[in-house]
Nanobody
Framework: QVPLVESGGGLVQAGNSLRLSCAAPGRIISDYAVGWFRRAPGKERVFVAAISWSGKGTYYAESVKGRFTVTRDIAKNTAYLQMNSLEPDDTAVYYC???????????????????????WGQGTQVTVSS
């Protein structure tokens, strides 16, 4: 398996920002589509955002659209989730996941299912206080 290493979680007050990182040491991040998911306490894991294999397409859940931005830095071999205007409802464990090119598809519906992704990070806790 390709290990994905996440970082950047923490405790913040509502209205503040955090940036999560997802590194793929020893691999080439641009070979993968990268998705971000989150699991809130007592709830199922759900899709948050994704960036396509080409890096030209980005997709967001309605609940985070306009506040979160997914990007990648090929030189650093890392994907990011910039989270602005955080709300208490954003409190969750956040996971990044990577899908190999053999799973290529397009459109929002392509990225929201966990079955697309081959590899997952360990998760990082984000807690937003009111």
């Amino acid at each position: 398996q390709v290990p994905l290493v996440e970082s950047g979680g923490g405790l913040v007050q509502a209205g503040n920002s955090l940036r999560l990182s997802c590194a793929a040491p020893g691999r080439i991040i641009s070979d993968y589509a990268v998705g971000w998911f989150r699991r809130a306490p007592g709830k199922e894991r759900v899709f948050v955002a994704a960036i396509s294999w080409s890096g030209k397409g980005t997709y967001y859940a309605e609940s985070v659209k306009g506040r979160f931005t997914v990007t990648r830095d090929i030189a650093k071999n890392t994907a990011y989730l910039q989270m602005n205007s955080l709300e208490p409802d954003d409190t969750a464990v956040y996971y990044c996941a990577a899908a190999g090119i053999q799973h290529y598809c397009s459109g929002y519906g392509c990225y929201i299912g966990e079955e697309l992704y081959d590899y997952w990070g360990q998760g990082t806790q984000v807690t937003v206080s009111s």
